[in-house]
Every structure is written in structure tokens, then in C-alpha cells.
């Protein structure tokens, strides 16, 4: 079953064309994760390629450069990906450079027991 862009029920947008675009293309991707009061407790930031979009298990991103091998699930929503400008990414946490990304997404999780 197929869910319609937006739900009733509280979850975040999910547009299916946007999702079949997805798919294929190579993503960078910064997670930010704050405790209760808002204050960071640690960022995390990687890239690979969309491998899987669907509004119930949410995107499938297979991870390149030091974490090549690993699989990252990301919510089930197509709102926080943007095309990205052509040019030369640097993570910061792992100092790899990325080429010309698809598109960009950024995250922040507060994490209710932190």
C-alpha cells in the first residue's frame, strides 16, 4: 500500500516521485544529536548512495569511504533532501572529501533518555 504525500496521522511527508528520484543518487549527510534541553551532544556526517525509498521503512542510504559496507535506514520522509550545489564537501568528522553530491540532508534528533 502506498501512502499519499502527506498523513493525517502525524507522520512527516513522504512524496513518492521525489522518492524514485531519489534512489541512485549519491547523498551527503549531517546528523545532529541533541539531548532533553536542546544542547549537542554529538554530530555525525556520511555519504553513499540511495538504495531503497519507500514511506514505510523509510531510505535506505549504502555508505562509501570509511564506513563502506554499512547500510544507514533514515526516516521515512523526502523533505529534508535538497539538490546539491556541484563543487567539494568536507566532513568533518572523518576529513573525507566529497565530489559533487546529488543532494545534501541535514537531521537533528533529540534523543528523549540522553
Known amino acids: 500500500m502506498q501512502y499519499p504525500p502527506s498523513f493525517d ?9 521525489v ?6 543518487k549519491r547523498v551527503l549527510i549531517g546528523m545532529t544529536f541533541l539531548d532533553r534541553q536542546g544542547e549537542i551532544k554529538r554530530q ?8 531503497r525509498a519507500d514511506a514505510r ?3 535506505a542510504v549504502s555508505l562509501e569511504g570509511q564506513r563502506t559496507g554499512e547500510t544507514k535506514w533514515l526516516p521515512p520522509t523526502t ?10 564537501y568536507k566532513l568533518r568528522s572523518t576529513g573525507e572529501v ?3 553530491p546529488d543532494y545534501t540532508a541535514r537531521w537533528t534528533v533529540t534523543q528523549p533518555d540522553a
Open 79 to 88: 523533505a529534508p533532501f535538497l539538490s546539491a550545489p556541484q563543487g567539494e
Open 44 to 51: 555525525d556526517q556520511f555519504f553513499g548512495v540511495m538504495v
Open 19 to 24: 522518492a524514485r528520484q531519489l534512489v541512485g
Open 9 to 17: 496521522d502525524g507522520r512527516p511527508p513522504f512524496d513518492h516521485a
Open 57 to 59: 521503512h523509510g531510505i
Open 98 to 100: 566529497v565530489v559533487n
